[in-house]
């Protein structure tokens, strides 16, 4: 690959209307960002971050509501090669996070190859030239190849409520939190128990007048082993690194060992009692445990964590309508249940498209169709970082990667493997590399294969790892260690080749 350095600005304004790159990474999150730091660090330079927004930030920029924060301790959700001694809470919170990334992004100097204000309009696999041509909102970019870094939290799901759209008063999600508004005094409905409305309901529920929670599934979560880091712990992690290492060691092993347990559905009801416990030391009202009580198994739904969410909803300006909404009616919600709740603001609580999606819909391969159409609703890859169709392009946190533990584990092994890849095809001159079919089918079917025992699959839970056909395309079902061992090494032979006068298909494993 060319070695010239593009001194590329990352101000909008500066960009060319077309340019041609060895490699474009699309998003700049922690995923892109780790892939722009290794890439140089590799000697690889002539490359671009396109990012949409008009700062780097990824899911920690789109997400503000208050308290939002980590689900993994802070000494596990960081660069393995960049560790930092200074977080303030055993849980990093969102602008600390979003600082993290920005000032690890400066230290390492990948800032000049991120062009800010640049979103991905439209990316097609181009045959005849063996490249992708990237249309963003600022220019055209020609990319030998593709890292799609978009990230799995980037698109809000807008539930689809009649007359939700006419409603007279104030509706937003979480991850576009409005900031601009006062919910002092004010009758709040939440419509969504998740991940979010479990950190930013105990956050709002003392401001608001009344506050609805509206809880079709209740969810189950666990005590948060949370505290304010004091200034010598910090000190002894600056001038003792062997202290966070260790930390992070002992963290790693914890979640390796919540990770495993998922396999298997008895152990997770062993662990199911702690979240019992949460329940019961807040909650003294048979009535309303039995409300927040879930009817699956721990696992089955993305495991939570807090230690303020049932204090919170026991208050007495917190009503829990154990139902769906059927339809919104002026300024009132009504409730599958047939009760009716006036309210000033809506909030929704009601996540991200996870297995779907739709910046794939601007993602074009060498049929011409978009990933979406080729995947029809069940993601499929191979190794989780590639697709067949898709030459030259790889995926971060593709179909069947994820795991309960840090992301910082999945993205680092996949650059471990993306950059194995980009140095073989320096070494054999390789023009395009692409996913042999057979062989993503035959790996997937051992995924799919090895998830059917799994708390996921059998845990009693509709959930967002399953996907619209009812497959499970997001989790992986081994080890973090078989994920990184098998991402140790790009595999040539299980791929299509084109050395430009030849195409090499491999036979199937």
């Known amino acids: 690959m060319p070695q010239v350095n593009p001194q590329l600005n990352h101000h909008a304004e500066l960009a060319t209307a077309e340019r041609h790159v060895e490699i474009a990474i699309l998003g700049a999150g922690f995923a892109g960002i780790g892939a722009a730091i290794r890439f140089k660090q590799a000697g690889i330079s002539d490359f671009v971050v396109l990012e949409k927004a008009n700062e780097i930030g990824g899911v920690w920029r789109e997400n503000t509501y208050p308290g939002c924060a980590c689900d993994v301790p802070s000494a596990l959700y960081s660069y393995s090669f960049a560790p930092n001694p200074n977080w303030s809470r055993m849980f990093a919170e969102q602008v600390e996070i979003k600082t993290y990334l920005q000032e690890t992004a400066e230290r390492f100097g990948v800032m000049p190859y991120v062009m800010l204000n640049h979103e991905m309009l439209d990316s097609s696999w181009d045959d005849q030239q063996k490249h992708w041509v990237v249309k963003t909102s600022a220019g055209v970019f020609f990319a030998r190849f593709i890292v799609m870094a978009c990230g799995p939290m980037h698109e809000p799901i807008y539930p689809d409520i009649k007359g939700l759209k006419t409603f007279k008063g104030m509706t937003f999600h979480s991850a576009r939190w409005r900031h601009d508004y006062d919910l002092q005094g004010k009758r709040v409905a939440v419509i969504g128990t998740g991940a979010s409305a479990i950190q930013f309901v105990p956050k709002i529920q003392p401001q608001v007048a ?3 929670l509206i809880q079709r599934t209740p969810q189950w979560v ?14 002894i992690f600056k001038y003792v690194p062997i202290t966070q290492q260790t930390l992070r060691g002992t963290i790693y092993g914890v979640f390796e060992t919540l990770n495993g347990s998922m396999q298997h559905p008895q152990l997770m009801k062993k662990i199911q009692r702690l979240a019992v416990y949460n329940i019961n030391r807040a909650v003294k009202s048979d009535e309303l445990r039995s409300k927040l009580t879930p009817d699956f198994i721990i696992g089955c739904k993305r495991v939570l964590q807090s230690n303020d969410w049932y204090p919170a909803l026991v208050q007495p300006n917190v009503d829990i309508v154990h139902s769906g909404v059927r339809e919104v009616k002026g300024n009132k919600i009504i409730a599958s249940d047939g009760t009716s709740h006036e309210v000033d603001a809506i909030i929704l609580a009601t996540g991200f498209e996870i297995s779907a999606p739709k910046v794939l819909n601007r993602v ?22 590639m697709t067949a169709d ?10 069947n990667l994820a795991v309960s533990s ?10 471990n493997y993306i950059l194995d890849a980009l140095k073989q095809v320096r070494l054999h001159k390789i023009k395009t590399i692409d996913v042999d079919l057979e062989n993503q089918v035959q790996f997937n079917r051992k995924v799919q294969d090895a998830l059917q025992d799994s708390v996921w699959n059998t845990g009693g839970c509709q959930s967002y790892f399953i996907d619209a056909n009812g497959r499970n395309s997001t989790l992986w079902p081994w080890s973090t260690f078989e994920m990184r061992h098998q991402l140790s090494r790009f595999d040539l032979s299980q791929y299509i080749v084109d050395e430009g006068s030849t195409t090499h298909k491999t036979a199937v494993i």
């Not at 666990?222 to 000190?235: C, Y």
């Not at 074009?364 to 190794?383: D, F, H, I, K, N």
């Open 210 to 212: 009344k506050l609805t």
């Open 222 to 235: 666990l005590p948060k082993l949370d505290q304010a880091l004091p200034k010598v712990a910090q000190a």
């Open 364 to 385: 074009r391969g060498r049929s011409g169709q978009t990933v979406s159409e080729l995947w029809q609703g069940s993601p499929e890859g191979y190794m989780g970082t």
């Open 390 to 399: 898709c030459p030259n392009a790889f995926l971060m946190f593709g179909p």
């Open 406 to 415: 840090s992301a910082f584990i999945i993205i680092e092994a996949q650059l």
